[in-house]
């Protein structure tokens, strides 16, 4: 894609998953321009649907400082290396609220344990208090105000329909 805008560059390069060049500045902004339209064009036809990949399923008792170690011990993680993602079914929620600009917190609990959950983004999930959810998850450890614990770092939340 970058080649198709190649004539606003002076050199470019790279491969699959990354690109460098050098521009001069007062080509920045028709480059802009025409990399917009490019990729405006690519994505016009495709229904875009984020895909998410569960590594295993746990229940809130089963989390601790140790397996969060042990999780530790695959890193680095990044492209090729994703983190773990857990799954967790049949939640109670707590407590619901929104944090910052726009992030969910949960207190959920299960019949083995009670955990805190953040979801950065979230906010506009329609959770309450009572709710039964199940959630993606990637454990990991929180410190505030001196304080160690383990929260749910949230990927995803479905609210389980009423029968």
Do not use: T
């Amino acid at each position: 894609m970058i080649s198709k805008c190649s004539n606003y560059l002076n050199r470019f390069g790279g491969h699959q998953m990354a690109v460098g060049f050098s521009i001069n500045h007062d080509n920045l902004e028709a480059f802009r321009d025409s990399l917009d339209r490019l990729v405006a064009e690519q994505l016009q036809n495709l229904e875009l649907q984020q895909e998410l990949s569960l590594d295993g399923r746990l229940q809130l008792g089963s989390l601790s400082f140790q397996l969060l170690e042990e999780i530790a011990r695959l890193a680095p993680f990044g492209f090729g290396n994703p983190e773990p993602v857990f799954a967790a079914e049949g939640l109670e929620v707590k407590r619901a609220s929104i944090v910052g600009r726009n992030h969910l917190r949960l207190e959920i609990r299960d019949q083995s344990a009670s955990a805190s959950a953040i979801g950065f983004n979230m906010g506009e999930q329609k959770i309450s208090a009572g709710d039964l959810v199940s959630l993606a998850f990637v454990p990991q450890v929180n410190i505030w105000n001196g304080n160690r614990s383990i929260q749910l770092n949230l990927k995803d939340i479905r609210r389980r329909q009423a029968d």
